[in-house]
Nanobody
Framework: VQLVESGGGSAQAGGSLRLSCTAS??????????IAWFRQAPGKAREGISC?????????YYADTVKGRFTISIDDADNTVYLDMKTLRPEDAAVYYC???????????????????????WGQGTQVTVSS
């Protein structure tokens, strides 16, 4: 499995960016999975910010820090997951990673699903910079 992120860059506070993560070696429409976005700012722990759980009918989860501003979505045809980020804040600046864990994930909850240790496969990351 290989995950490749793109779409990072610079934005002003209040602006928007769209991140993409394309998977190869894994098919979103054929297997169960949890696909997630994480971010890591310098000197801080990696933070889970959103995920989609196919075991729960594609239910989406968001961390409180991004809820209402970020939207995760998936295009099965392109095998790509997106993160639409709006109303960006300087504190959103970080390296953003997508991550995948194949298989069923039932009854785990948001906190468990957004733990980095749950994920088997990671992209290389894409930098997001937000200027005030």
């Amino acid at each position: 499995v290989q995950l490749v992120e793109s779409g990072g860059g610079s934005a002003q506070a209040g602006g928007s960016l769209r991140l993409s993560c394309t998977a190869s070696g894994f098919s979103f429409d054929e297997e169960n999975y949890v696909i997630a976005w994480f971010r890591q700012a310098p000197g801080k722990a990696r933070e889970g910010i959103s995920c989609i759980n196919s075991s729960e009918g594609g239910r989406k989860y968001y961390a409180d820090t991004v809820k209402g501003r970020f939207t995760i979505s998936i295009d099965d045809a392109d095998n790509t997951v997106y993160l639409d980020m709006k109303t960006l804040r300087p504190e959103d600046a970080a390296v953003y990673y997508c991550a995948l864990t194949p298989g069923l994930a039932i009854g785990i909850g948001r906190q468990g699903l957004l733990q980095p240790g749950r994920y088997d496969h990671w992209g290389q990351g894409t930098q997001v910079t937000v200027s005030s």
